[in-house]
């Protein structure tokens, strides 16, 4: 049994911070060289390079649908009725699992465009089909209205609209 | 020795797998002599390589298309396009030359200390079998990009098999695949040239395991005898290793952020050509002093059969070298010989980057000459003949005798 | 041990060098050498050079010769806004398709697509250029030894073939070409371009010029590459010297 003296103290001090400084800087260099190779799974520069996409609208009829792809996904361009937009905008909100106006999902109220995947696992909707004259998503029985809105089944949203502008009155631009 | 876990945690799996026990025997307590020097730190380095190697490989991997006409542009997309897929790459080319670097250091270690000799010969062998499989795996690995050296080298390659009589032709197209070296072969370079470091890293493991049988050899060559001579793997070795890694990884971050196309061919960002041949087709640094050997003889199948066996004639070492004592530091003879050998090496690696004319022809004949000489009549003739150095009793001996001295001249500087 | 490990040092140096001279083999002539702004250990690409280069390109190299790993969103990298780098894509024009009836149809470049091929396939540009293949330039900096003076001296060295020299029908006599006879006749004349700075576009600052592009275009990431560089080993000094530290002070220990 000894008695350690001041100096000792000292130099045991000294020691734990050169270990606590030496695994300190080890740590953050491997940290920073696992960055990389975390950070090449993220997409490319060509791909996000392709962010955006253009649509002529002028071929499609009222009441038809075109389907395009952006970023990989397929886009619902769907010219409405008369009657899809009526129906789209008289629902009761409080009704709805995802509350959200119809006024709020157009630009102008004839074209409805959205991302064409189910908001529960990732599947297509059918057009035309299901209980609200919308879509139906036959993988797990989700119901949309005609503003593309979840009425029934297990997806808790709804379908997204993507970023997208009018360039003229027969062209618009998504992303 | 009996490994007691305290984390309770660890108690439960040790007791129900003893691996946590094999791992604190092989990277903690592992008995070590204690008078290893730096050139003890490139066993582990070669180790590091082998991670940053598959690390980067696998990556690399998801972005490479091995078809005949993407795989040169799926590469530049990985320069161009990919985040830091310019740097990844960069890392696994240079990392190759990197992992040789080592490797040959190593091996070269082992042959100045006496490493190969009992009881050591099958950690020997293990090794020279790893250097066999990089060898494979870098070759086809070359091959990926497919510029012109990629092709080109890989129809070199695999018409050496072309030498052996009778079946020497249906091995080669059955290498390919078809009639030439195209897609097929590319295909099954990109399956084989993933399959095989993983292969490498099953060997590297039976490799330890032999080596934490027999024991670390050291620069006296001198076993370990008692306590006093070793010393735990961990924290000594492991820092001293760590050291070591930060200095290497300045020396190879040097070349992948300076000059990351040095060790490479600028022609092999021509995209390939089944049509052209470059002008001086040479293979990577690693392999020059092989080709230099394959190219000092005149004969295709006596060229071919050269190459492979001095790479083979290794594997007999062990029972080549005559000498009882192990380490050169006490073989004043082999000292010399062993530096003489370096030198030849360096020369034919120096020959291999040359044009096969005039007296690069002659001067690598010589050299492939003294290599075998070297390895086949002057280490048995020399064990027998050399009187070595009086050998240290003990390790602990040596480290002390080293010390006085060196205080002494302390004191009186 | 030390002058164990300085030997091999010495030796490994010997060896790497003997394969840089390796590799330069096969250069008959000794290449004139630029003090390129872009060498060196912090060196980076010349801007408003690369740029005077990339209209040399276009407007000179890319009646033959494609750049068809470039895409026009990396001139970016060179200081070309946005607005310039789209009007630039304009200029040429992609096949697209199909349309809705099936049909295949032409539609301007845009900055996600990459300069165009001039021909068609390999037997096309051959067709076009008297059996000669015009290189596509994207790499050629990177796939010639010593790329960026290569190119310089290849452009400048264009001189009379000496008397005693047989040129072959169709070629050209150059200092710097292996063998001296090229297929390329001389691609620059003084003032070919008009450049928008007000250089004056003698033959040799366009040569300077596009060569500074094209070494960009072979190496687009060679910035990001030396500041990282820079960065890393400043850090791996600073760990080395604490790892060294500890070591000692770990091994101090032991008697």
């Not at chain 2, 078809?67 to 696994?92: C, K, P, Q, T």
Request: negative net charge; glycine residues 8%.
């Amino acid at each position: 049994m000894t008695t350690t003296t001041p100096e000792e103290e000292n130099g045991v001090k000294r020691r734990d911070f050169l270990y606590i400084a030496a695994g300190g800087l080890g740590a953050v260099g491997t940290a920073a060289a696992i960055w990389p190779f975390i950070s090449q799974m993220n997409p490319s520069a060509d791909v996000l390079a392709l962010s955006t996409t253009e649509a002529d609208l002028s071929g499609i009829e009222v009441g038809s649908e075109l389907t395009v792809v952006w970023q990989g996904k397929p886009i619902f361009v769907r010219h409405r009725t008369e009657q899809d937009i009526a129906s789209a905008e008289d629902v009761d909100l409080a009704t709805l699992p995802d509350p959200q106006p119809d006024s709020e999902r157009v630009i102008k109220p004839e074209w409805l465009v959205m991302i064409g995947i189910c908001t529960h696992l990732g599947c297509v909707p059918l057009k035309g089909q299901g209980d609200y004259g919308g879509w139906f998503c036959p993988c797990h029985g989700s119901h949309y209205d005609t503003s593309g809105r979840i009425r029934k089944g297990p997806a808790p949203a709804n379908l997204v609209i993507p970023p997208y502008e009018f360039l003229d009155d027969n062209n618009i631009k998504i992303g | 020795m009996s490994f007691e876990p305290k984390n309770p945690a660890i108690k439960w799996v040790e007791d129900r797998l003893p691996l946590p026990g094999m791992l604190h025997h092989a990277l903690y307590e592992y008995p070590t002599p204690k008078n290893l020097s730096y050139w003890w730190t490139f066993g582990s380095l070669a180790g590091f390589m082998l991670v940053v190697q598959i690390v980067t490989g696998i990556v690399l991997a998801m972005h490479y298309t091995p078809h005949v006409d993407h795989a040169f542009n799926s590469v530049e997309h990985i320069m161009r396009d990919v985040n830091y897929g310019w740097l990844i790459r960069y890392m696994h080319a240079n990392g190759a030359s990197m992992f040789f670097i080592v490797v040959y250091l190593h091996i070269f270690r082992g042959l100045y200390y006496g490493s190969y000799k009992a009881p050591r010969e099958l950690l020997w062998w293990l090794g020279l079998v790893i250097f066999l499989l990089m060898m494979a795996t870098a070759f086809m690995g070359y091959v990926l990009p497919w510029g012109q050296m990629s092709f080109w080298g890989a129809t070199v390659i695999t018409n050496l098999f072309s030498a052996i009589p009778l079946v020497g032709d249906s091995i080669v197209t059955w290498l390919w695949g078809g009639f030439a070296v195209d897609n097929p072969t590319l295909n099954r370079f990109f399956s084989l040239h993933y399959l095989l470091p993983f292969v490498i890293a099953g060997v590297v493991i039976l490799h330890i395991w032999s080596l934490h049988t027999s024991g670390s050899n050291n620069p006296t060559g001198v076993e370990i005898k008692d306590k006093q001579d070793s010393i735990p793997f961990h924290p000594y070795y492991t820092v001293k290793d760590l050291f070591g890694l930060a200095i290497f990884l300045i020396f190879f971050s040097a070349f992948l952020f300076y000059a990351p196309n040095y060790l490479g061919h600028p022609d092999n960002y021509i995209p390939a050509n089944p049509l052209v041949t470059p002008a001086h087709i040479v293979p990577e640094w690693y392999f020059l002093p092989f080709y230099a050997i394959l190219r000092a003889v005149p004969d295709k199948l006596g060229g071919v059969l050269l190459m492979f066996g001095a790479i083979l004639v290794l594997f007999a070492l062990p029972w080549l070298d005559k000498s009882r004592i192990r380490s050169a530091r006490f073989r004043p003879i082999y000292k010399q010989l062993f530096w003489i050998f370096v030198a030849d090496c360096i020369l034919l690696t120096y020959i291999g980057g040359k044009p096969a004319e005039g007296a690069y022809l002659i001067w690598g004949r010589i050299a492939t000459v003294y290599y075998f000489v070297h390895l086949l009549i002057l280490l048995p003739l020399v064990g027998l003949f050399e009187k070595p150095k009086p050998l240290p009793a003990s390790i602990s001996e040596d480290v002390l005798s080293k010390k006085k001295p060196a205080k002494e001249e302390a004191a009186n500087a | 041990m030390l002058k164990l490990l300085m030997s091999a040092g010495v030796a490994a140096f010997v060896s790497l060098a003997s394969l840089g001279s390796a590799q330069a083999a096969g250069e008959a002539v000794e290449l004139k050498s630029v003090a390129w702004e872009h060498g060196g250990l912090f060196g980076a690409y010349d801007r408003a050079s690369a740029q005077r280069g990339a209209q040399v390109y276009r407007e000179v190299c890319a009646a033959c010769h494609g750049l068809s790993l470039v895409a026009f969103r990396t001139l970016a990298d060179l200081g070309f806004t946005e607005d310039e780098i789209k009007a630039l894509a304009a200029e040429y024009d992609f096949v697209d398709g199909p349309d809705d009836s099936g049909e295949m149809f032409d539609r301007p470049g845009k900055p996600s697509d990459k300069f165009p091929a001039p021909h068609a396939n390999e037997k096309a540009a051959r067709a076009a250029n008297g059996g000669a293949y015009p290189l596509d330039l994207s790499l050629i900096a990177k796939a010639r030894p010593n790329g960026d003076n290569y190119l310089y001296s290849l452009l400048t060295g264009y001189v009379d073939a000496p008397a005693d020299f047989t040129l072959a029908p169709g070629m050209n006599y150059n200092a710097y070409f292996a063998g001296h006879q090229i297929a390329m006749p001389p691609p620059l004349m003084e003032d070919q371009v008009e450049f928008a700075d007000g250089t004056e576009a003698s033959i040799d600052q366009m040569a300077h010029d596009v060569t500074v592009f094209l070494t960009w275009a072979a190496e687009p990431k060679m910035e990001q590459r030396k500041q990282m560089g820079l960065k890393v080993i400043l850090f791996l000094l600073i760990l080395a010297g604490l790892f060294y530290a500890v070591k000692r002070k770990v091994w101090s220990d032991l008697h």
